[in-house]
Structure formats: structure tokens, C-alpha cells
């Protein structure tokens, strides 16, 4: 079975490298309300990733919302283990910013395609943030 490789580049937010599976949303998200800290369950009624585990995911949004409570909420779900493993972010805000630095989460932005458009829910996915380079495997 033939698999497609996709290499996307753009630039380093926060440090680091991780991989996964992808969840992938065009919409903003808050980690202060719109994410339940205990589950990694997408809590926020009406959000198109509503009742979906991000939990150990790559996610893949548009930019983060809400207070600056949600930086201390990603932080939460690190030493919970509910956390994603990654962000990769149409627009970084300070927010989402924050919180991956105190967690450690590394978080990518910038990427010369939209990468909600790029990447699909299921593509496994590498970030290598200090490098700017996410590769995607596509799912068959």
C-alpha cells in the first residue's frame, strides 16, 4: 500500500519535536471552557471538534481564544496527560503561546499551505518545531 508524504514548512513558535495522529479544525478554540482539562475532551457546545478526545493528538486549529486562564488549563493537561503532543497553528496568539512554552508543547505556525486544509483528521503527523517542518503521512 502506497503512502503520501507531505512536507510543509513554516516557522518555529515554540521548541520541540512530536508526532501523532491528527485532529484537524478550522475553528478557534479555548482551552478555558472549551476543553475539558481532566479528559482532553473538546467540551465547547457547537465547536465542530465538540465531544472529540485531543488528548496525546496533533492539533491542528486556527488559533486559540478566550482568557488567559486557558494558558494555565494547557499546562493542567500536560501534568495530567491529557495534553496534545503538539500544536500546529494557522495564527499563534498569546494564549495557546503561553501555555505550550510552561508545558513544553512544541507549536508551529506560519506553514506555506493551510495546514487545516492539508492535514485531515487520522494523517499521522511529525513536527519538528525548531525546524519549522511538519511531515504528514497521509492516511489511506
Not at 10 to 21: H, P, T
Not at 43 to 59: A, D, Q, R, W, Y
Request: proline share 4%.
Amino acid at each position: 500500500m502506497a503512502t503520501e508524504k507531505i512536507t510543509l514548512q513554516g516557522r518555529k513558535i515554540v521548541k520541540g519535536k512530536a508526532s501523532g495522529e491528527a485532529v484537524v479544525t478550522c475553528e478557534a478554540i479555548s482551552f478555558n471552557g472549551g476543553v475539558d482539562n481532566m479528559t482532553g475532551i473538546v467540551t465547547e457546545p457547537g465547536h465542530e471538534l465538540e465531544g472529540i478526545n485531543i488528548s496525546g493528538k496533533v492539533l491542528v486549529f486556527l488559533t486559540g481564544k478566550g482568557s488567559t486562564g486557558g494558558s494555565y488549563k494547557i499546562y493542567d493537561m500536560v501534568s495530567r496527560g491529557t495534553a496534545p503532543v503538539a500544536f500546529i497553528q494557522v495564527s499563534p496568539e498569546p494564549i495557546t503561546t503561553v501555555g505550550a512554552i510552561i508545558g513544553n508543547i512544541p507549536v508551529v505556525a506560519g506553514l506555506n499551505e493551510n495546514p487545516t486544509t492539508a492535514i485531515a483528521n487520522g494523517d499521522f503527523v511529525e513536527v519538528d518545531a525548531d525546524a519549522g517542518k511538519v511531515e504528514i503521512t497521509k492516511r489511506r
